[in-house]
């Protein structure tokens, strides 16, 4: 190794954290700054475990979960070597000192056995996603189990729940591109996904109501906001159901059924995709040229002959084409759209036969967890939307009912068992609307006088 290589490896091990920034703009006051060197000693032990080849950060991750499995507080060098038969004396001494650099094992001279420091046992929570075992949303699960158990431990921190926030926001945009594609494949894997989504965030509801009370006990207003902030997110999640439903209803009406065969362009593109090799289909189908056959003339002679005087059989008289068949009949499975827009439907539907003229907003809103009361309150600009009016479906019932939402500017607190503060407003029914009051009679003194 020349001295040039040494000393730009020894300048870059010299270098700080700060020295990689611009002069004057590390940011040394924020939050992340502060927890990332207060855990120094976790990063270190990191660096110890996962630096160098891929084979050797792997046997060093593999000796450290197995000896964190242990049900001994104190192993001896024969327990050890008996537990790691299988590896080469060389390789499991090679570890262990790793181990013991990086402050991961401690050796007690006087016992002659190994224990392990309260550092590993930090470490271990680190490293225990990776022994599970790789499952769909794993990412959102994860994070929405981090949150939690956090909770229920009273370790909440509020980095959790923008990190849970932020995966919420990703799978929105992840989601709205598909909507946005048009392909149907991808707006059915999409799909299938945002259901799984939904039951996952639907189950955290609960610890979302709790967080948002203990913070309110406890006055902690930026722990609440972002509680807040996760429960819109959520209502998001929600409202897209709509927007799904409307994607796939349009490429239900752009399939397109090949003659009476009764085989459409989605049976095509999916026995497409089923091909390994597609090129493969082109195999036989191209003409390969005649190659004539030189034979003598009394040969061609006799041959002439004989295909003249052969029997040549009646040639098939034309046959009309067969009658058109009516194609099967089948059900369009879509994604129904969440129940809340149903029984806001319901209850508009008997205001207006019993007459009711005008009705609180509270009724309309309220009821089950904080995302469905605010997903009924996004409904609610629906009523009277003139775009949506002319739309099929659930939405387009929705913008047709005579209901027209009024807010106030009052804001008051709610009786409510997930809503404890809400906007005061009215639904007005449009069917009374053009009705005058009657006039009041006339007074005994005015008509006297």
């Not at 976790?42 to 049900?71: D, I, K, S, T, Y």
């Not at 024969?78 to 080469?88: E, G, I, S, V, W």
């Not at 879509?334 to 907003?361: N, Y």
């Amino acid at each position: 190794m020349s001295e040039s290589m040494v000393g730009a490896e020894h300048e870059e091990q010299e270098l700080r954290f700060e020295d990689y920034f611009r002069e004057g703009s590390a940011p040394g006051e924020a939050l992340l700054w502060w927890q990332l060197e207060r855990n120094e000693a976790q990063l270190n032990a990191l660096r110890a475990l996962c630096h160098g080849p891929a084979a050797l950060v792997r046997l060093r991750v593999w000796v450290f979960l197995e000896l964190m499995a242990l049900p001994e507080s104190r192993v001896s060098r024969d327990t050890l070597n008996r537990h790691f038969h299988m590896l080469r004396d060389e390789a499991l001494e090679l570890v262990l000192k790793r181990l013991r650099e990086a402050e991961l094992l401690a050796w007690d001279g006087s016992n002659q056995q190994y224990g392990v420091t309260p550092l590993a046992q930090q470490l271990i929570g680190i490293l225990s996603p990776l022994t599970r075992a790789a499952e769909q949303d794993a990412d959102l699960a994860a994070l929405l189990a981090n949150v939690a158990g956090a909770h229920q431990l009273g370790t909440l921190d509020p980095a959790q729940l923008h990190h849970l926030q932020a995966q919420l926001a990703r799978l929105y945009d992840e989601f709205a591109d598909a909507i946005a594609s048009g392909s149907e494949f991808h707006l059915r894997r999409a799909r299938q996904r945002f259901e799984r989504a939904l039951k996952l965030v639907d189950r955290a509801g609960d610890a979302l109501k709790a967080i948002i009370e203990q913070a309110q006990t406890e006055g902690n207003a930026r722990l609440e906001r972002l509680a807040r902030e996760l429960g819109l997110a959520q209502a998001r999640l929600l409202a897209m159901a709509s927007q799904f439903n409307r994607a796939l209803q349009q490429v239900d009406r752009q399939r397109v059924t090949l003659g009476s065969t009764g085989i459409t362009t989605t049976d095509v593109r999916r026995w497409l995709q089923g091909v390994g090799f597609l090129e493969n289909l082109s195999l036989g189908a191209l003409s390969r040229p005649v190659h004539p056959v030189l034979v003598s003339q009394h040969e061609l002679l006799d041959m002439c002959e004989a295909e003249f005087e052969r029997d040549r059989p009646k040639p098939k008289e034309l046959e009309p084409l067969p009658q058109g068949m009516a194609a099967p009949e089948g059900q369009l499975a879509v994604l129904s759209l969440p129940p809340e827009m149903a029984a806001l439907q319901t209850l508009l539907q008997q205001w207006s036969g019993a007459g009711h003229a005008e009705q609180d907003l509270s009724p309309a809103v309220l009821g089950g967890s904080y995302a469905r009361a605010s997903y009924r309150a996004q409904l609610l600009p629906l009523l009277g939307d003139v775009q949506a009016q002319h739309l099929q479906g659930a939405t387009g019932d929705m913008a047709r009912q005579p209901w027209r939402v009024r807010w106030s500017a009052e804001q008051g607190e709610i009786d409510d068992e997930y809503v404890s503060w809400m906007s005061r407003g009215v639904l007005h029914s449009t069917e009374h609307g053009n009705e005058k009051s009657p006039t009041p009679p006339a007074s005994e003194e005015s008509s006297s006088s």
